[in-house]
T-cell receptor, first 113, second 112 residues
């Protein structure tokens, strides 16, 4: 079975540019989560969706960040404009029901120069 | 304040030895506690989940314990292998909004 698929695996771009991270959850999972991981702050939940609807976006750091889930098999996390402090590994995870184990993708390593 | 603290921050052990990782939390109310293993360059993978009524749960060489009274959990690894080298993250669900609160993780290195 295919797990959670994220793309790209690595992204290097200059500050001010728009960055779009993509995620394909496991088929049948109705919850989708976006996380950010840094050495300083560990794993942080940014936003999660249930049945394509954003439920809690309180972890989104600021208006430069936005996330969408247009259908059950695709989600994006967009940063516009990007800043060097956005450099981190961004993980997408999905689960069947909110209390079940989350299955994580391998992350997107983002570097903003 | 709802917090999850893990110790030690990092640990080096020799292959074949046992080790125990600690997780203390102040989350209330408590729903469950989950241990994840994260290999370098990969996403976390769930090892086990503990609910309020569970004291011990095993997954192969991994055994998790939970003391809901003292709000402590431990993850014991038996007969460590090189492949156990990873970060281990404790995550507690709870608090007023039943959120996930993450520990900073313990980085384990198993040396031959």
């Amino acid at each position: 079975d295919a797990g959670v698929i994220q793309s790209p695996r690595h992204e290097v771009t200059e500050m001010g540019q728009e960055v779009t991270l993509r995620c394909k959850p496991i088929s049948g999972h109705d919850y989708l989560f976006w996380y950010r991981q840094t050495m300083m702050r560990g794993l942080e939940l940014l936003i999660y969706f249930n049945n394509n609807v954003p439920i809690d976006d309180s972890g989104m750091p600021e208006d430069r960040f936005s996330a969408k889930m247009p259908n059950a098999s695709f989600s994006t996390l967009k940063i516009q404009p990007s800043e060097p402090r956005d450099s981190a590994v961004y993980f997408c995870a999905s689960s069947f029901q909110g209390n079940q184990p989350q299955h994580f993708g391998d992350g997107t390593r983002l570097s903003i120069l | 304040k709802n917090q999850v603290e893990q110790s030690p921050q990092s640990l080096i052990i020799l292959e074949g030895k046992n080790c125990t990782l600690q997780c203390n939390y102040t989350v209330s109310p408590f729903s469950n506690l989950r241990w994840y293993k994260q290999d370098t360059g990969r996403g976390p993978v769930s090892l086990t989940i503990m609910t309020f009524s569970e004291n011990t749960k095993s997954n192969g060489r991994y055994t998790a314990t939970l003391d809901a009274d003292t709000k402590q959990s431990s993850l014991h690894i038996t007969a460590s292998q090189l492949s156990d080298s990873a970060s281990y993250i404790c995550v507690v669900r709870g608090g007023g909004y039943n959120k996930l609160i993450f520990g900073a993780g313990t980085r384990l290195a198993v040396h031959p």
